[in-house]
């Protein structure tokens, strides 16, 4: 497929082509270019006239899928309530792609997201990377296991104080991820051993230890739950002592100190903010914070943490962001680049890079403008969505 005649941010260098050209073959990005360098191409063809093209947008985090809209317990499958440790758990078994917040997410431009468990357990489960047109969730896959959600702060002490069990505190909170990720290093240091050395034993299987040795392996993200700013630190000194690959999720008050986090390249994934302070860890949340971990050299993701934001309102959260202070190409690029990079499929999707899946979207005007409408959407280079 040729796209000709649009307006192309890229998100990569150079950031914006004024009247351009992509090309794509076999789902992937091929070349693109300006106008002028336009290749001689005999195949599908779109004329943009002028419109807007650029990087299908990306939520890092959210639970679409997992707690279906319109629906009550038999549609949640966001929280397993009933063991505060639960790694073994895969979003890719809970996510129902036809729940129609898809097709919504669709057709605002949301090409993919990241979803999976909630935020009742201490350990809560893997998430998965998916694109958002499809019917079976094996095909829509960008990245299975994403990453291995942690949560800190009030949600954990709120579930199991209310049932009498530990993790009433922060304190047992981080003592029992703690406990599991020694665990984990003494389990996989075994089973190493056995690989090696044939006279030593493997240890007894164990599914929740064996979902956490890719994290202490350093080969899948943690991605920890923290609103609040010492809970935040928590995360970074735990991420710290197991030498992890780590992300701050949500990071409601990481703009109250953007400077240190920023000094330790910390990723963060914001939001949501357009949302009431609904708990005693929100009293800080501004759609200030974006903009000010942006200017301090951060490269910020937004996310809507849907259901509590709907999936189709991504763009007006980093419009929001752009009223209180960030920049637009920082805005377009949190839910975008930044964002992939957040969740670790950079090198997937986030930019109009050669290489990279070809999944884009085409609008009627500026991205951040409430009046622009998506005209189309290419999920690996084929035309998913047209609204004429």
Known sequence: MLVKNAKIYTMSNPSVISDGWILTEDGIIEAFGEMSDMPRYDGETVDAEGRVVM???????????????????????????TD??????????????????????????????????????????????????GRRIDSMVVRENVCMKFALGENPKKVYNSKGKTPMTRMATAAIIREYLNKAREYARKKDSAVRDDDVDEPPYDIRLEALVPVV?????AHFHAHRLDDIYTAVRIAREFDLDFTIVHATEAHLDAGT????????????????????????????????LA??????????????????????????????????????????????EAAGIDDQVGSIEKGKRADLIMLDGNPLDIHSRVKMVVIDGNKVYENK
Do not use: Q, W
Not at 297 to 320: F, K, S
Not at 331 to 339: G, N, W
């Open 55 to 81: 990087p299908g947008i990306i939520d890092a985090h959210c639970h679409i899928g997992m707690e279906e809209d319109s629906l009550g317990f038999e549609g949640n499958d966001l929280n397993e309530m």
């Open 84 to 133: 505060p440790v639960t790694p073994h758990l895969r979003a890719i078994d809970a996510v129902n792609p036809m729940d129609r917040c898809f097709a919504e997410a669709l057709a605002a431009g949301v090409t993919t997201v990241v979803t999976g468990p909630g935020s009742a357990n201490p350990i809560g489960g893997r998430f998965v990377a998916m694109h958002t047109y």
């Open 217 to 221: 392996k350093g080969e899948m993200p």
């Open 261 to 292: 986090l920023a000094a330790e390249g910390v990723k963060v994934i914001t939001g949501p903010s357009l949302s009431d302070r609904s708990k005693p860890e929100l009293k800080n949340m501004t759609f200030e914070g974006p903009g000010i």
């Open 295 to 340: 200017r301090a050299g951060m490269r910020p993701a937004i996310c809507t943490d849907h259901p509590v934001i709907p999936e189709n309102y991504i763009t007006l959260c980093a419009a929001l962001a752009v009223k209180s202070g960030m920049s637009e190409d920082d805005a377009l690029r949190a839910i975008t680049i930044y964002a992939a």
